[in-house]
């Protein structure tokens, strides 16, 4: 499984259409198709009922969408964290990752990385 995989997914999902999902992806409709019919392979089994004008989840993708969602929020935190141990003050670095910063910090007994 790889993340466009997992962020085409999830933008399938919001758009209800592949080809307007490959727009907000920036990716060609066949390319997001494709990748779309690997993780279904993947995963066993087809993640959309795909209708004229509009795609539905199947009862596979309702199963694993919120998975999906929560990795890919956790890649885009990943992005965001990167970017700001890199360049610090060039990114707002998310609540939730920076929570989870905080507690790991404290556990180790180290000062917490910055507010933003």
Do not use: W
């Amino acid at each position: 499984m790889e993340t466009h995989q997992i962020r085409y997914f999830v933008a399938v999902c919001a758009e209800r259409n592949f080809t307007r999902a490959a727009k907000r992806c920036n990716v060609s409709q066949p390319s997001l198709t494709r990748a779309i019919k690997l993780l279904e392979k993947e995963l066993g089994g087809q993640l959309f009922v795909r209708g004229r004008e509009r795609s539905s989840l199947s009862e596979l993708g309702h199963l694993v969408k919120p998975l999906l969602e929560r990795a890919y929020r956790c890649t885009e935190d990943a992005k965001c964290l990167a970017l700001y141990f890199m360049q610090p003050g060039t990114a707002r670095v998310p609540a939730r990752a920076r929570q989870r910063e905080q507690r790991r910090a404290k556990d180790q007994g180290e000062g917490a990385i910055a507010s933003s």
